[in-house]
């Protein structure tokens, strides 16, 4: 039994509370971070084994560099219709963000979800993937239906949750699904996608299928149990799977800290499990699809899944619900020292010579004419609060194949208080 008198020459416990270094009016400085010139990363054979790589989880992948050239192994020689491909569909992207946004201001819908400052983690990811490839994204990456060519006019249906809304209303808006797309659908509750994605992958190898999945979540994300069952999965089972952790420093709230971030990376989290990890500039489109073809070719040829840890920034609100200057420096966006992914993409462009600051022009005017005009389409079929839903009766079908007796009965007594209260 330990003498309880030794105990009053220890000193008393004190529990670690995580602090933003930058609060609203502060002087943001990012020169502590370790920003690794680009082009100075090696990349290592598809078959290399995850612990023969662990340094990489400290380590950045970069391509485009200060003066707008991609250099080192790991640029991905795009051309250059590809590399104008990927910024269209950016900016059209980050258009529609600012659009919707400005619907739900207006009382057109209840809620939005912008992604600026990432679409590159989205967008240059997707275009790295085939189109039959599953994807399960979180709440913000839909870039990856804008890549695959889902029609803007059946996103709007849903975010006005309008009578042409293919989910009938069901879903909270932007959380979007398209099977024909093989885009999972988005849920609100935090990485329940991270395990579907794990148990998508070992089924497609169970059944000898030659087709792989990628899974989106924040970094806040990863403190979740879900996360850590579906690394467990991915790891014992070798699951074909891309996870990206789209570190972007903020939760709604919450800075990266309180998920972990103080003691190390996220991409560190992939050599716990014995992964192949990879950390990469978000903000670089280039880097993003290098990083990504480089774990699909090992996913599709049986070397297993990898983890890549996308850093970038949160350039705007969480959501409309959120305020950001209650809890963060205004200056952040400004001193971001990995720059805009559309800016970036859009220099690479003029050095190479194949763009210039007018053709920018002209294609930021074409995606906001796009936008609009999806915008007033959709509204045709009815706004928030417009009354032009789905049926009333909706609501009852789809969770049976066949009806049973009992919601047979709610609906007609609901159809008949319906009647009742409003007769027209």
């Excluded at 290592?44 to 995850?50: F, N």
């Excluded at 006005?160 to 879903?171: E, I, V, Y």
Aim: aromatic share 8%; glycine share 6%.
């Amino acid at each position: 039994m330990v003498d309880d008198s030794r105990k009053s020459n220890l000193p008393p416990l004190t529990l670690h509370i995580p602090e933003p270094k930058f609060r609203p009016g502060d002087v943001v400085d990012y020169s502590d971070l370790d920003i690794p010139a680009a082009g100075a990363q090696a990349r290592p054979d598809i078959h290399t084994a995850p612990k023969d790589m662990r340094d990489m989880v400290y380590d950045m992948v970069r391509v485009l560099d200060d003066d707008h050239q991609a250099v080192g192994p790991w640029d991905p020689k795009l051309d250059d219709e590809t590399l104008l491909t990927m910024l269209r569909t950016m900016v059209q992207v980050r258009t529609f963000d600012d659009r919707l946004h400005r619907q739900q201001r207006q009382g057109k819908t209840s809620f939005y979800m912008k992604c600026t400052g990432e679409e590159a983690t989205s967008v240059a990811a997707a275009m790295a993937l085939h189109g039959d490839d599953m994807c399960f994204p979180s709440y913000r990456q839909q870039g990856i239906l804008f890549v695959r060519g889902y029609p803007m006019i059946e996103m709007v249906n849903q975010i006005f949750s309008n009578k042409a809304d293919k989910l009938k209303g069901r879903q909270l808006p932007i959380m979007y699904s398209s099977s024909e797309l093989n885009f999972f659908t988005v849920s609100g509750n935090l990485t329940t996608q991270y395990p579907q994605a794990v148990g998508w992958a070992m089924a497609s190898a169970s059944k000898g299928d030659s087709r792989i999945a990628a899974v989106w979540c924040g970094e806040g994300s990863t403190a979740e149990g879900d996360f850590h069952a579906a690394m467990t999965f991915a790891a014992v089972y070798n699951a074909p799977v891309i996870m990206n952790i789209v570190n972007n420093q903020w939760a709604i709230s919450s800075f990266s800290g309180f998920a972990g971030a103080e003691r190390t990376t996220f991409a560190a989290r992939g050599a716990g499990y014995g992964i192949a990890a990879l950390r990469v500039d978000g903000n670089d489109p280039l880097a993003v699809y290098a990083a990504t073809s480089w774990a699909a070719e090992r996913a599709r040829t049986n070397q297993g899944p990898t983890l890549i840890e996308h850093f970038t920034y949160r350039a705007e609100a969480h959501s409309t619900s959120d305020d950001p200057t209650a809890y963060r420096s205004a200056q952040e966006r400004e001193e971001w020292p990995l720059g805009d992914p559309i800016n970036r993409l859009n220099k690479h462009l003029i050095q190479r010579g194949v763009w210039s600051d007018e053709q920018q022009e002209q294609l930021d005017a074409e995606c906001l004419a796009a936008v609009k005009e999806a915008v007033t389409e959709a509204a045709k079929n009815g706004i928030l609060g417009h009354g032009l839903h789905q049926p009333f009766e909706t609501m009852f079908q789809d969770v049976f194949e066949e009806m049973p007796w009992h919601l047979k009965e709610q609906a007609a007594q609901a159809n008949k208080e319906r009647e009742i209260k409003w007769p027209s």
